[in-house]
């Protein structure tokens, strides 16, 4: 068994798995971040973090979220994470998250979260409901197998994880006078220089909401 090599990796600054840009977030009351955690079959072990984009469709989901009780509505929150292969640009450089993405481009997965944690202000779990959330998702041997290079936060439209309900917009046109009572929502999305997740590795998400 080999022994696991930590990289400590700058939020804005990457060097492990080719990654080598910088990625910021767009101003939003809603801070997005992720932890990626692969371990591979010769148990080496990569750590990486980036931040995310929060999306127009979060913000939507976010006033059906608030307004649910006085409507009758029964709306959830975030269900499950999605991974996929279609950000556009180059391998290593790929194109910045853009707030009006409203699907993965290319989805291969989506699967439920194994944990929904609260942490406290210095990053404790917290035994309350707090403003900071970790949503937790691990990929296993099997599964995701793919060169991954973009993911993102579903609120499903069908609870089912193998059935997929996307809008059909074609990025970047955005129309808000869709019903997205009917769709997928899309709340975070995150592109990045291509992950290969092979066969017999394992990939451990936790994204991580502030509000």
Not at 33 to 53: Q, S
Request: charged share 15%; proline share 6%; glycine share 8%.
């Amino acid at each position: 068994m080999g022994t696991p090599i930590k990289q400590q990796i700058p939020a804005q600054r990457t060097t492990g798995l080719g990654f080598g840009i910088g990625l910021k977030e767009p101003h939003s009351g809603v801070k997005g971040e992720v932890f990626f955690t692969i371990t591979h079959p010769d148990n080496t072990v990569e750590e990486l973090h980036r931040h995310n984009v929060y999306t127009l469709d979060g913000g939507i989901l976010a006033a059906m979220l608030f307004s649910a009780t006085a409507s009758g509505a029964t709306i959830s929150g975030p269900l499950c994470l999605a991974v996929g292969t279609g950000a556009k640009g180059s391998i290593l450089n790929p194109d910045l998250a853009d707030n009006r993405q409203r699907q993965l481009n290319t989805e291969i997965a989506r699967k439920e979260f194994s944990s929904v944690v609260y942490r406290t202000s210095t990053g404790a779990i917290a035994t309350v409901p707090t403003n900071i959330v970790d949503f937790t998702t691990v990929f296993t041997e099997s599964e995701a197998n793919a060169s991954l290079n973009e993911m993102g936060l579903v609120s499903p439209f069908d609870p089912d994880m193998t059935v997929t309900t996307p809008v059909g917009a074609t990025f970047p046109t955005y129309d808000d006078t869709i019903d997205m009572t009917q769709f997928d929502r899309l709340l975070n999305y995150l592109t990045f220089p291509v992950i290969s997740k092979i066969s017999g590795s394992v990939l451990a998400i936790t994204w991580r909401l502030t509000f």
